[in-house]
């Protein structure tokens, strides 16, 4: 095994503990690592499968635990909004990729975390539509789909177990839709199965382990965590 193998196994590793801990996170972090390694189709396709896998597995874990709601308006925006984050994929520049990744994720989590008590006077059905349709085209263009829904659910005032319960469900669907139409344009090729193949246990252990934590989380902190990862993920995409 080669070391750039270890390293990327670890850095997944990594990734799915946070992601299991908050149910957001994956995304925000293996981007960054997924793009020192492969081209930015290869990078979205890698993602959404192993983002999707993670999901899956600590929504299993946590069944006892969360209530998992669909808020149809929330996905329906999103999977609307994913094909044209993916058109755009095609056609964008590696480095012009990174910046928007970076920017759209890095800002939205520091704008957060520097005002932590901001929460919404009207839960107004378009808002929740326009953050459905924010994460599903950054979820086609990036992979990263949950940071703008995460700052909606958060400014909801929605506890840490009712946002896992909503933002769970949305990323596992906005992912297997970018995956449906990754495959279907042929662009989850060899190289991106192998490489599936290679973490989807480092994916499956990592998840599993960070839901472990979930539980010792007190709401803010739940948030503080999630939003500070987020930030991290942005900024490595940034300045990579």
């Not at 793009?35 to 990078?43: E, K, N, Q, S, Y």
């Not at 069944?63 to 929330?74: G, M, Q």
């Not at 924010?134 to 958060?154: F, K, Q, R, Y």
């Amino acid at each position: 095994m080669t070391v750039e193998a270890v390293w990327l196994i670890s850095g997944i590793f990594v990734a799915s503990g946070i992601s299991g801990m908050t149910g957001v996170g994956f995304p925000t972090v293996a981007t960054p690592l997924f793009m020192l390694v492969f081209d930015p189709i290869r990078t979205v396709a890698l993602t959404a499968l192993c983002s999707l896998t993670g999901q899956v597995i600590s929504m299993i874990s946590l069944r006892r635990d969360i209530a998992y709601t669909v808020r149809w308006p929330l996905v329906l925006a999103g999977i609307t909004a994913v094909p044209v984050g993916l058109a755009l994929l095609s056609v964008i520049d590696k480095h012009v990729f990174g910046a928007i990744a970076g920017a759209v994720v890095a800002g939205a989590s520091a704008w957060w975390l520097c005002k932590p008590g901001v929460r919404l006077t009207t839960q107004h059905p378009a808002v929740e539509v326009l953050a459905g349709l924010a994460g599903g085209l950054c979820g086609g263009l990036t992979g990263v789909s949950a940071p703008i829904p995460t700052i909606w659910c958060a400014a909801c005032g929605m506890t840490k177990e009712r946002q896992r319960a909503v933002m769970q469900p949305f990323i596992l669907i906005i992912q297997l839709s970018s995956g449906i139409l990754l495959w279907q344009r042929n662009a989850i090729d060899h190289v991106v199965m192998q490489n599936y193949a290679l973490l989807i246990g480092p994916v499956i252990c990592g998840s599993w382990l960070g839901t472990r934590v979930f539980r010792a989380f007190t709401h803010q902190a739940f948030v503080r965590v999630a939003m500070g990862v987020t930030a991290a993920g942005g900024l490595a995409l940034m300045f990579k």
